[in-house]
Structures are given as structure tokens and as C-alpha cells.
């Protein structure tokens, strides 16, 4: 039971190079959240899903775009690194009435050089 | 709306002393709360929950919460601190509520506290 899975675990990039991070669950979760977290800044939402087929900005989009593949997939992507990305980031999921929190994943921990 | 105020973002206790981790929440609606640890280089795992049933909680590893209307609070107690208790807490809202175009289909996150636990 893997739960809900992330990669790659770690990832350095160049300012401007792109990247996509993947996260899949097993979970049946509707709902799937990407988020980021900042030493101080807590976790920030960048984007969610509430279910298949629909995605929806959260706090702090720009510079990311995201795909909900089918149930079990949602990615991130960053299309052009800046230095200001560098950040862990959580991918996690939720029934759609968040009754039992979010399940997260391990994170990817990315520098942008 | 709703946001988390976390109270100290660095709390020391030593060995074998209660812990008290303070958490102020703000909701136009019904409020689902969360307790959250996440130990060094890991994920967020989730210690208990507040969904409208008792509103004294108990979770994992001995923690226990106490869900306060009155005062918006939902602070995370533990009678004993362990030195495994060593971690990054956070308190998190959200609610069953879908209020068109808000926040409230969130879960929206405290800026953390950081337990160092002393011998």
C-alpha cells in the first residue's frame, strides 16, 4: 500500500531549464493538491484538483502549470526554473470532503542553480 | 475565508515536561481541524483530527487536542515529552463547506512549530 507517491525525491536544475514533477496515488482519492513548502512560510498551495478532469489555482501558481492525467495522476510542471522555485514540494490527496485530512507524499526537494 | 495562527514558532521542552503547541483558527463556516508532524526530510503525517464529533481528540504517539469555540482555539497537548517528539508541528482548517469560488475547499496551513525536546 504505497499510499500516495512521489518523483523524483531530489532534482537540481539551471534557471530556465523545465521540469515535471509526478505524483501518483492508490489511494481513490478525488481530490489531489500540489503544495510548497518555504523554511517560516509553512506549506503554500500552488494548485489542486477536485476531481478528475478539473484543476484550479491555489496561492501561488505563477511560474507552474499542472495536469490531472486521469484519477491517479496529477503533475507538476515548471516550464522555465527560476532560483526562486527552489523549494520542497509535497504532492497530496483528499476525499472530496476533506473529512480525514490529506495523505501526503515524501516530497521532492528541488534547487534551481 | 479561514487562515491558522500558529503561536511560537520554536517551543522547547525538556524531557519528561507537558507540551503545549498553540493553535488559533479563523472560519465563516463550520471548521474541520488537523494536527500535522512532519519529522526531518519526511512528509506530513497526520497526528489527529477535529469533524464535529468530540471535541476533545486523541491521536497518535499520546498527543491529544482540545477543539474550543468559544476561543477559536485547537491547541495540541501531550502530557510527557518524549525526545522522539522531536519535530515540525503543524495545525491545518478546512471544512465539508464548498462555498463557490472561496477557500473554504482547502485544507490552509498554520507556518509551523518546531518542538526541540531537551534531556
Known amino acids: 500500500n504505497a499510499g500516495v507517491t512521489q518523483t523524483p525525491k531530489f532534482q537540481v536544475l539551471k534557471t530556465g531549464q523545465s521540469m515535471t514533477l509526478q505524483c501518483a496515488q492508490d489511494?481513490?482519492?478525488?481530490?489531489m493538491y500540489w503544495y510548497r513548502q518555504d523554511p517560516g512560510m509553512g506549506l503554500r498551495l500552488i494548485y489542486y484538483?477536485?476531481?478528475?478532469?478539473?484543476?484550479d489555482k491555489g496561492e501561488v501558481p505563477n511560474g507552474y502549470n499542472v495536469s490531472r492525467l486521469n484519477k491517479r495522476e496529477f503533475s507538476l510542471r515548471l516550464e522555465s526554473a527560476a532560483p526562486s522555485q527552489t523549494s520542497v514540494y509535497f504532492c497530496?490527496?483528499?476525499?472530496?470532503?476533506?473529512?480525514?485530512?490529506?495523505?501526503f507524499g515524501s516530497g521532492t526537494r528541488l534547487t534551481v542553480v | 475565508a479561514q487562515s491558522v495562527t500558529q503561536l511560537g514558532s520554536h517551543v522547547s521542552v525538556s524531557e519528561g515536561a507537558l507540551v503545549l503547541l498553540r493553535c488559533n483558527y479563523s472560519?465563516?463556516?463550520?471548521?474541520?481541524l488537523f494536527w500535522y508532524v512532519q519529522y526531518p526530510n519526511q512528509g506530513l503525517q497526520l497526528l489527529l483530527k477535529?469533524?464535529?464529533?468530540?471535541?476533545l481528540v486523541k491521536g497518535i504517539n499520546g498527543f491529544e487536542a482540545e477543539f474550543k469555540k468559544s476561543e477559536t482555539s485547537f491547541h495540541l497537548t501531550k502530557p510527557s515529552a518524549h525526545m522522539s517528539d522531536a519535530a515540525e508541528y503543524f495545525c491545518?482548517?478546512?471544512?465539508?463547506?464548498?462555498?463557490?469560488?472561496?477557500?473554504?475547499?482547502?485544507?490552509?496551513f498554520g507556518q509551523g512549530t518546531i518542538l526541540t525536546v531537551h534531556p
Open positions: 472560519s465563516s463556516v463550520p471548521p474541520y
Open positions: 489511494m481513490n482519492h478525488n481530490s
Open positions: 491545518a482548517v478546512t471544512s465539508s463547506l464548498n462555498a463557490g469560488g472561496t477557500s473554504y475547499g482547502k485544507l490552509t
Open positions: 477535529y469533524t464535529s464529533a468530540a471535541t
Open positions: 497530496a490527496t483528499s476525499t472530496s470532503d476533506r473529512r480525514n485530512g490529506y495523505t
Open positions: 484538483s477536485a476531481s478528475e478532469g478539473t484543476t
